[in-house]
């Protein structure tokens, strides 16, 4: 079926059946036809094979030009459907991005990504549940002996604790909030 022959109307009942355009076609000059009669045969070719080429040259580019009509019709017959189905290009980007995202989630890289995380957000929690209770223990142990013998030693918790750079750190700020202004009073 040659494509330059069919009814290319997509609201057309003959769509895609061939329609007789021979005479209408027969004398419509094809844009880039290269030569005529005219012209000598380029050198190597007989003016029959120059003739032959030329005329498959013309079919060919009349065959190109449907195909872009075509081409046009179709697109045309796209936007409009996707017009009647609300479809703009905001929302197919939106649509291509969801199904992106979909897609990445499934992939097995984003499952072993996530389950690493996990893993280590669990250890982490079970590191810092170790930490407070071993603090509260120790804090427990410290509450038992008499209050003269907890600061007895050269450096003490309370030096500890006047160390600006210990003082002024997040971790101490929040411990501090959790626990207390601890003052003492007599003991420098």
Do not use: C
């Amino acid at each position: 079926m040659d494509p330059a022959s069919q009814d290319i109307n997509l609201n057309s009942p003959n769509k895609g059946l061939v329609v007789d355009h021979s005479d209408s076609l027969s004398d419509v000059p094809v844009e880039g036809a290269v030569g005529n009669a005219a012209n000598p045969p380029p050198p190597g070719l007989t003016e029959e094979e120059a003739e032959e080429l030329r005329t498959e040259l013309t079919k060919v580019e009349e065959e190109i030009n449907t195909l872009r009509q075509v081409l046009s019709a179709k697109e045309r017959h796209a936007a409009d459907l996707k017009r009647k189905l609300g479809l703009n290009p905001l929302n197919e980007l939106r649509q291509n991005f969801t199904k992106s995202w979909q897609d990445v989630q499934t992939s097995n890289a984003y499952k072993k990504t996530q389950e690493t995380l996990s893993q280590a957000g669990q250890k982490t929690s079970a590191a810092f549940t170790t930490v407070g209770s071993v603090l509260s223990k120790r804090l427990g142990d410290m509450r038992a002996l008499p209050f003269s013998n907890s600061f007895s030693s050269n450096y003490s918790i309370r030096h500890s604790i006047s160390m600006p750079a210990m003082r002024n750190s997040a971790t101490f700020k929040s411990f501090e909030d959790k626990m207390g202004n601890l003052k003492v009073s007599g003991h420098s």
